[in-house]
């Protein structure tokens, strides 16, 4: 019932910038924890950055200081602005919005589609 649109996702060189947005819609009651993961050719799918309704971050070890998680929590929109890319991010980043549905009254747990972001050398 929560549908998550991204953006933003592109080709850049190294050292570059990108800033990945993604906004939530439906009948969201609460919002609980954001966060991007990436999933990179012949890779698993890994935990980039979240953020809980605390405000409590985590970023994986391979993009502290490049990378930065925030939300609008009025607009339900989580962002991830990319500094200082490198190749090795170059990835299909999904983002991930959990927290408790009005229709449903229970949990969800939903995911973007993915958008594209490679890093040339």
């Known amino acids: 019932q929560v549908q998550l649109v991204e953006s933003g996702g592109g080709l850049v060189q190294a050292g570059g910038s990108l800033r990945l947005s993604c906004a939530a819609s439906g009948r969201i009651f609460s919002i609980n924890a954001m966060g991007w993961y990436r999933q990179a050719p012949g890779k698993q799918r890994e935990s980039v950055a979240t953020?809980?309704?605390?405000?409590?971050?985590n970023y994986a070890d391979s993009v502290k200081g490049r990378f930065t998680i925030s939300t609008d929590n009025a607009k339900n929109t989580v962002f991830l602005q990319m500094n200082s890319l490198k190749p090795e991010d170059t990835a299909v980043y999904y983002c991930?919005?959990?927290?408790?549905?009005?229709?449903?009254?229970?949990?969800?747990?939903?995911w973007g589609q993915g958008t594209q972001v490679t890093v040339s050398s």
């Open positions: 953020i809980t309704s605390s405000g409590i971050t």
């Open positions: 991930n919005v959990r927290g408790i549905s009005s229709i449903t009254w229970v949990t969800y747990d939903a």
